[in-house]
């Protein structure tokens, strides 16, 4: 069946940087967008952004700009989510989240698959 | 950037009640509005990718409904299993972004 599975709990320093990966299976990796989407504690859901994982392309939310990177490698069928110059607001569970369409202008389309979610913890 | 606002923030409600969730978007939307149900300590689940496309598995007893800037999600009548934040969210290919909600809690009263 259809899973995405992400990397385990992080805990980081200000400052610092974390990779959370995540793992497809079940269909075929390069044919849908990955969206990113984090989740602070007792808070909404917050959209981070895309990446083709066919192409590589990229897309991210004004807020991210500058400090996220998405990846992908398509021989593991894995995203990659890094963020840069981690401060204590970036504490929260960090979801992916696979498209529904798998049409190359589905780029923003909802979502019908998620990541059980990684939480990372900023703290000094 | 089209923002999406929820009321109310909680619902607090009884088994079998009607709940009746709106989510109202900032200018109207041409693409899609979508609602997810997440349950504490679990990822959010898709319940519908449009106003008229339920996701497989969602009981008839949720229904969408509206256009342009006002949509609503009714549960007729609640179940146990229904209590729980409920998120609309919408999506743009350009500019590419894609916005949700701020959430509404489904409580029991």
């Known amino acids: 069946q259809v899973q995405l599975v992400q990397s385990g709990a992080e805990v980081k320093k200000p400052g610092a940087s974390v990779r959370v990966s995540c793992r497809a299976s079940?269909?075929?990796?390069?044919?849908?967008?990955i969206h990113w989407v984090r989740q602070a504690p007792g808070r909404g859901l917050e959209w981070m952004g895309w990446?083709?994982?066919?192409?590589?392309?990229?897309n991210y939310a004004q807020k991210f700009q500058g400090r996220v990177t998405m990846t992908r490698d398509t021989s593991f069928s894995t995203a990659y989510l890094e963020l840069t110059r981690l401060r204590s607001d970036d504490t929260a569970v960090y979801y992916c989240?696979?498209?529904?369409?798998?049409?190359?202008?589905?780029?923003?389309?909802?979502?019908?698959?998620w990541g059980q979610g990684t939480m990372v913890t900023v703290s000094s | 950037e089209i923002m999406l606002t929820q009321s109310p923030a909680t619902l607090s409600l009884s088994p079998g009640e009607r709940a009746t969730l709106s989510c109202r978007a900032s200018?109207?939307?041409?693409?899609?509005l979508a609602w997810y149900q997440q349950k504490p300590g679990q990822a959010p689940r898709i319940l519908f990718y449009?106003?008229?496309n339920r996701a497989p598995g969602i009981p008839a007893r949720f229904s969408v409904s509206g256009s342009g800037t006002d949509f609503t999600l009714t549960i007729s009548s609640l179940e146990p299993e229904d209590f729980a934040v409920y998120y609309c969210?919408?999506?743009?290919?350009?500019?590419?972004?894609?916005?949700f909600g701020g959430g509404t809690k489904v409580e029991i009263k």
């Open positions: 989240a696979k498209v529904h369409c798998s049409s190359s202008s589905c780029s923003s389309d909802p979502f019908d698959m």
């Open positions: 969210q919408q999506g743009s290919n350009w500019p590419p972004a894609l916005t």
């Open positions: 200018q109207s939307i041409s693409s899609y």
């Open positions: 990446i083709k994982p066919k192409s590589g392309d990229t």
């Open positions: 079940g269909y075929t990796f390069i044919a849908y967008y």
């Open positions: 449009d106003v008229s």
